[in-house]
């Protein structure tokens, strides 16, 4: 079966445009997550989807971040005015339930974002 | 507040020995603890977790993780490394106690193994 897939792969773009990343989760799970993953650093949470429940936003950065998730499958992950620290690789994950029943997240590959 | 340290930022060793990557931990309540592997370009895959039960969890690929409660550790383990073991080792915790909504990753461990 197909796993979590994300595009587009790379991305470059100039400081001030916005930029769409797009994730199909695998199909079935409920629950999807944004990270973010900087150059030496962990994985940044950014926003988790359950269902059709409200999402979790916590852990947008700035109100430039925003997501969504239409019909409880594909999401689309908008940064608006991008500035070069937005540069990193963006992953996606989905589970089969919630967070809270500790099923493991299932990652794609990532879009690497560069901002010029 | 939950959170998750790996105190190595690389781990070095030689082909058929044994690796451990260190993990320690804080949550004010029980511990649902988690190990991914990242190999380059590529998103993370899940290894093993802990959520109950026996101390000792076995996962994916030979590997191995303790738990350590009075250490508040979960430490990473594989009898016989393999070079193709190579890759980023992430562990992350999520706070049953306190109902947390989020999964907090360590910032990674760098495993080369050496032929």
């Known amino acids: 079966g197909a796993g979590v897939s994300q595009s587009p792969s790379n991305k470059v773009t100039e400081k001030g445009k916005d930029v769409e990343l797009r994730c199909d989760p695998i199909?079935?799970?409920?629950?999807l997550y944004w990270y973010r993953q900087s150059l030496g650093q962990g994985l940044e949470f950014l926003i988790y989807f359950q269902g059709n429940s409200a999402p979790d936003k916590s852990g947008l950065p700035s109100d430039r971040f925003s997501a969504e998730r239409t019909g409880g499958s594909v999401s689309t992950l908008t940064i608006q005015r991008t500035q070069q620290e937005d540069s990193a690789v963006y992953l996606c994950?989905?589970?089969?339930?919630?967070?809270?029943?500790?099923?493991?997240?299932?990652f794609g590959d990532g879009t690497r974002l560069s901002i010029l | 507040a939950q959170s998750v340290a790996q105190p190595e930022d690389q781990v070095n060793v030689a082909e058929g020995n044994p690796l451990t990557v260190k993990c320690t931990y804080s949550v004010s309540g029980n511990p649902y603890l988690f190990w991914y592997v990242q190999y380059p370009n590529r998103g993370l895959q899940f290894l093993l977790k802990?959520?109950?039960?026996?101390?000792l969890v076995k996962g994916s690929y030979g590997f191995e993780a303790e738990f350590n409660k009075s250490q508040t550790s979960f430490h990473l383990k594989k009898p016989s490394a393999l070079v193709s073991d190579s890759a980023l080792y992430f562990c992350?915790?999520?706070?049953?106690?306190?109902?947390?909504?989020?999964?907090?990753f360590g910032k990674g461990t760098k495993l080369s193994v050496i032929p």
């Open positions: 802990y959520i109950t039960g026996d101390n």
């Open positions: 994950a989905s589970s089969l339930g919630p967070l809270s029943s500790n099923q493991p997240q299932h």
């Open positions: 992350a915790v999520r706070d049953g106690g306190a109902g947390s909504y989020q999964l907090t």
């Open positions: 199909s079935g799970h409920t629950a």
